[in-house]
């Protein structure tokens, strides 16, 4: 199964984020943001791009080049042919960690796109206008935070290891998001936003159904649902008719998505909520908030947990699984990471990594809730 696609073109998908990166002064909300932008950053590398975000994606590709194509641990892989090289087709190396400049330069790009979709300018005075968009960026307040001395020591460590765990993960790199999932007959809630009018013949059935009017006849009602149902146990079959491919693979991965995402939620929360228990209600020395209540900025970091713990290398013992999970949690966190041998919660890591592992056997997640 592919790589799971955006409902909308990355690069209204980049804009957006832009506007709401620049929208706010609040340091957890860049958080979240660095994330996002980062696993957008990834995506340019991803074979099976649809037609519409390619451009997007080779404009991407040359502007972080220098980055991402150096050769070396942390870039391309040096036996990489010149005309891959060239071509901006090579494979991004499963050591390369985002560095500081190439997250700057990320957050210039989700500037510079939202101006472009926001902000039409006459076409007599779009020279002017790019110009002008220059000199706003680096007048914003989050440019001027990010550019300063301070930021090294207050925002760098935490913007960027936000922005290497979006990368990360836009790479698909983490199983607890890739994991194949069971054929799905009903779609998650916010399906069908966003999507563009595929042409096939079965697309186009699907729109004409999703269209039509709630019936107050039980039958015809019981008939329509019947129909998509049957359209979307097709999407699942390998001999979708051409026209239909690209509907049926985004209806794929965007079940499939959804699927993972719950379940790396419900991982993330029985590991958290487990440490809890162990630990006396404390995290960190406070008392720790109901999941519920967790902001994106503190349950994040046990996403990062419940992913390290799924990816643990075989023979890796729970010791040594706990430390590097906890490690992933502290530095999502805080950025930074206290000698383990001076940490007094282990049985409380290792109680949370024996959740997570129970949880992922059993597979369950939250019921579904439209937001």
Known sequence: MGKTKPLVRRDLCEAALGHRLFATR???????????????????????????????????????????????????????????????????????????PMLLGAVESAFFASVRVFEVAPAGERERAAADATSRLHRTYLWRTLSSDAAAEQHRPEALRAFQRGFELGRGTSSSIRSPVPPMLEPPWYWGAGLPEYPGPMATRERALRALPISVHRAEWLSRNRELRDLYASAWRDDVPEADREWAQVYRDCCAGHVNRRRRDAIARSAYESYLQSSGGLFDGEPGRPWLNLSHSTSEPWRAFADRVEDAPDGESELATAEAAARECRETLHGKFPPWDSDPDHEHWLTAVRAARAQALAGDAPPDKAR
């Not at 194509?69 to 960690?97: H, I, K, T």
């Open 26 to 100: 609040d340091p957890d909300g860049w958080k979240a943001h660095f994330e996002v932008l980062g696993t957008l950053c990834a995506e340019a590398w991803l074979d099976d791009l649809p037609e519409e975000d390619r451009a997007w994606a080779a404009a991407h590709r040359e502007r972080f080049r220098e980055w991402v194509d150096a050769p070396g641990p942390n870039g391309a892989d040096p036996r990489s042919s010149a005309s891959a090289l060239q071509s901006g087709q090579v494979p991004v190396s499963g050591e390369f960690a985002p560095s500081w």
